[in-house]
């Protein structure tokens, strides 16, 4: 891939005035909250892509979430820790990269940074979910004992906030008792 190529590439996928190329191997993209870089290594061969999602701090309770979004689901995108941030990075040697790469790569690289960490988080809360189904069934508690259980926690400020409306608690209780039920019947 040529220099200009990159360049004709980003102008097409954004809009013009939110591209700009600070240096010869450097094009920065700004727009709506999102921060997109895109520089080539110091000898050129490189190209690699990249924005900033969160902080490490608040990425850090999913980092075993991350590490297995990289194995099993992000593609050609990658999530990585650097500079006390959390970023979505692509990078791939400029000779055998197309257009079609690049344009595919971005936009697996904006759709991570789209969900932040809503995807991990929700596997969190699944996994923490089966925890508590398993726990629950070795005891021999049954679903309606379990979200009693829950319920309580709740309401003594062990599970979410005290200071919290009623309707957010009910909203928050439905929630819980909704993925109780799926997950229930599929956890031995």
Do not use: C
């Not at 689901?73 to 079609?100: C, K, M, N």
């Not at 809503?118 to 809360?125: A, E, H, S």
């Not at 309707?167 to 799926?182: S, T």
């Amino acid at each position: 891939m040529q220099i200009n190529e990159i360049t004709e590439v980003l102008t097409r996928l954004f809009e013009a005035d939110s591209v700009s190329q600070p240096g010869p191997d450097t094009w920065k993209i700004e727009r709506e909250g999102l921060r997109l870089f895109v520089i080539l290594s110091a000898d050129g061969s490189w190209l690699r892509a990249f924005a900033p999602v969160v902080t490490a701090e608040a990425a850090a309770p999913y980092a075993e979430f991350l590490l297995q979004a990289n194995f099993e689901r992000t593609q050609q995108v990658r999530y990585a820790f650097d500079q006390g941030l959390l970023w979505v990075i692509f990078h791939h040697p400029r000779e055998s990269l197309t257009i079609d790469d690049l344009q595919l790569a971005i936009a697996q690289l904006l759709a991570l940074w789209e969900v932040k960490l809503d995807d991990v988080f929700g596997q969190l809360i699944d996994t923490r979910i089966r925890q508590i189904v398993q726990a629950s069934k070795q005891r021999g508690q049954s679903l309606t004992e379990t979200m009693q259980t829950l319920t309580r926690f709740y309401e003594e400020g062990m599970m979410g906030s005290l200071d919290r409306s009623p309707e957010e608690k009910k909203q928050f209780l439905v929630a819980w008792e909704q993925q109780l039920n799926r997950i229930w019947v599929e956890t031995e």
